[in-house]
């Protein structure tokens, strides 16, 4: 089993150490190979995905990822920029459906912004398309009018196999659950959701016990915050998923805390937090890297069925939650604040 370690910008090298730490503490075979991406990718080799690294991810099993963005290398030809990484990758290794479940811990209900009551207990699990729409959608471009003003543009575009294939993820995740599906689009305005939703209604047929529900995208995020609890499994696409997952976030107490998987139709999958790079922190060790650590279970969960291992990183994560160790971004009153080193010495401790 051959892991990809791609640790990335900002906060990634000192997050992915520790996960890979965890990793290793394992006892399992696991070969691990370490390459850059994002800014680190166009520093060392002159581009945000190079070619080797591609090359690495391709002949792994499977990919752990850390951040990408670097503030400094915005500047740069879109193409050129960090995020081209990430972006690359999922398009490259076809890595459609991304799983993004929102957990929130009960030695946290307290470090979300919302009530209590809201939250406590929630489970829910977005799964956003991640290889289509308006983020990969052509033309896009910014171009200059005849009246000398500049116009930017960019196309949502779906195909009815891209969204049919997503949905059937959605409804697999759904009947391994509560059997309730909600399919978030925005089919009131967009030519492109109104297929959207034909297209889900129609996969619907094929799942009779599942239960398949519509929301408008502006609905569902004003729902979230309402009441969250009456979702399960969220199916979207590709840019309402990027910002309704880091509302949901939210809910949890601290978008540190938030794994996610990206799989293809092979099962080969790509595992990173939902959290970006955080340049303002990077560097000085206080980032939270539980997030980093649940995306390695989710790896072992999806990519090499060890349940157990999975398990055992859970649970430990659970255990350094009740133990009270908290990092500066789920900190409560009269906690004090330990570090991503510390944090990942506790999971550690707390594996066995
Ligand atoms: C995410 C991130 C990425 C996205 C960025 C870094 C390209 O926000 O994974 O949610 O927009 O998909
Ligand atoms: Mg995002």
Known sequence: MKICVLPGDGIGPEIIVEAVRVLKALGLAFEMEEAPVGGAGYRALGHPLPESTLALAKASDAILFGA????????????????QAILGLRKELNLFANFRPALVYPELVDASS?????????????????????????????RTLESGEREGFDTMRYSESEIRRVLRVGFDAARKRSKRLCSVDKANVLDTMQLWREVAVEVGKEYPDVELS???????AMQLLKNPKQFDVIVTGN?????LSDEASMLTGSIGMLPSASLNENNFGLYEPI???????????????????????????????????A????????????????????????MKAIGTREMGDAVLAALN
């Open 239 to 243: 840019m309402f998923g990027d910002i």
């Open 214 to 220: 519509h929301q408008y995208v502006d609905n569902a």
């Open 275 to 309: 959290h970006g790079s955080a340049p303002d922190i990077a560097g000085k060790g206080i980032a939270n890297p539980l997030a980093t650590i649940l995306s390695a279970a989710m790896m072992l969960r999806f990519s090499f069925n060890h349940i157990e291992a």
């Open 311 to 334: 398990d055992r990183i859970e649970a430990a994560v659970k255990r350094v939650l009740a133990q009270g160790f908290r990092t500066g971004d789920i900190i409560e009153p009269g």
């Open 114 to 142: 919302l009530k209590p009551e809201v939250i406590s207990g929630l489970d829910i699990l977005i799964i956003r398309e991640l290889t289509g729409d308006i983020y990969f959608g052509k033309p896009r471009g910014i």
């Open 68 to 83: 990408v963005g670097d503030f400094s290398l915005d500047s740069l030809p879109r193409e050129l920029r960090p995020e």
